[in-house]
């Protein structure tokens, strides 16, 4: 089993920066991608940015620019640095693992934090 632990959301101002950290542990041969979606009420969850385990990174056009990806892979853990955030960035963030495990591909979640951009 796969446990990730998310951390770094809060309240902050338009303009203002957040930074998210999501910490990996468990059981696993292999991460392949790590990412951050987000789901918005009313919403569905989408794609922000994810980062392949060759290195490649995806990003949804919205945060293009504003956001930035990477990977500790010492510690397993993937911050997300979100900056000049803007009221339509409010929502929950998950961060997501897609992993090899006994040569079979998985999907973890975590809880989910809450970022809120309001003046």
């Known amino acids: 089993q796969v446990q990730l632990v998310e951390s770094g959301g809060g309240l902050v101002q338009p303009g203002g920066s957040l930074r998210l950290s999501c910490a990996a542990s468990?059981?696993?041969?292999?991460?392949?991608?790590m990412g951050w979606y987000r789901q918005a009420p009313g919403k569905q969850r989408e794609l922000v940015a994810a980062?392949?385990?060759?290195?490649?990174?995806t990003y949804a056009d919205s945060v293009k620019g504003r956001f930035t990806i990477s990977r500790d892979n010492g510690n397993n853990t993937v911050p997300l640095q979100m900056n000049s955030l803007k009221p339509d960035d409010t929502a929950v963030y998950y961060c997501?693992?897609?992993?090899?495990?006994?040569?079979?591909?998985?999907?973890?979640w975590g809880q989910g934090t809450q970022v809120t951009v309001s003046s």
């Open positions: 997501n693992i897609k992993f090899t495990r006994w040569g079979q591909p998985y999907d973890s």
């Open positions: 468990g059981s696993f041969d292999s991460i392949n991608t």
């Open positions: 980062l392949s385990s060759g290195g490649s990174t």
